[in-house]
């Protein structure tokens, strides 16, 4: 064998440098030196790994019920606009409130907030439009924003135009960091 394709699908977590120790550990166990030829080529293919954190999605809460101690909120983009992959490979996504569409919420701020069980759906009126299934959040109300991070890899390419439902629109924010 003269090439080995490790794949892909590499996430930002865990880390590149974890990933990397646990590749090493596997190529040297079946692949000892003494064994291989030295022209072995490792080839890997990490696209979700530097698209990744390239995007970050912004959606509104355009529904909420409350059930008790439970919550479940409608957003404007779900399983068939850019949470289509998210949704059916099970990768995981870090959502963030901001409340009242100002508000952030710092880390002490948000460990101090009581929280609910909840649930957040997409606009469809699918009941596999879930995009977030119990997940503790404190009380957001209609117009809160939700901040879903690491949205970059086979998020908004995968929408669709289902029940009526248009794609989300993506606006581009870049950031400049000057370093002399």
Same mark, same amino acid.
């Given at each position: ?60 809460i355009i529904g909420k ?20 992959? *998210?949704?059916? $490979?099970?990768?995981? %996504?870090? /959502? ?8 952030? #919420? =710092? ?15 997409? *606009?469809?009126? $699918?009941?596999?439009? %879930?995009? /977030? ?8 109300? #209609? =117009? ?37």
């Amino acid at each position: 064998m003269h090439v080995l394709d490790i794949g892909g699908g590499f996430q930002e977590s865990p880390t590149f440098h974890e990933i990397a120790a646990v590749i090493k550990e596997a190529i040297n166990d079946y692949f000892p030196s003494s064994e291989t030829s030295e022209d072995l080529k490792i080839m890997a293919e990490p696209g979700r790994f530097f698209a990744e954190t390239a995007f970050t999605l912004v959606s509104n809460i355009i529904g909420k019920r409350v059930r008790g101690e439970k919550r479940e909120y409608w957003i404007d983009d779900g399983i068939y606009g850019s949470f289509n992959l *998210p949704a059916y $490979d099970k990768s995981s %996504m870090m /959502v963030k409130p901001l409340l009242g569409g100002s508000e952030w #919420m =710092n880390k002490a701020k948000f460990c101090s907030t009581a929280k609910f069980s909840s649930t957040v759906f997409g *606009p469809t009126c $699918d009941s596999t439009d %879930m995009v /977030v299934a119990e997940s503790q959040l404190p009380e957001l109300h #209609m =117009n809160d924003v939700l901040v879903f991070y690491n949205m970059g890899a086979y998020t908004a390419s995968a929408g669709t135009r289902f029940n009526g439902f248009d794609i989300s629109s993506i606006s581009t924010f870049l950031t400049y960091v000057y370093r002399p």
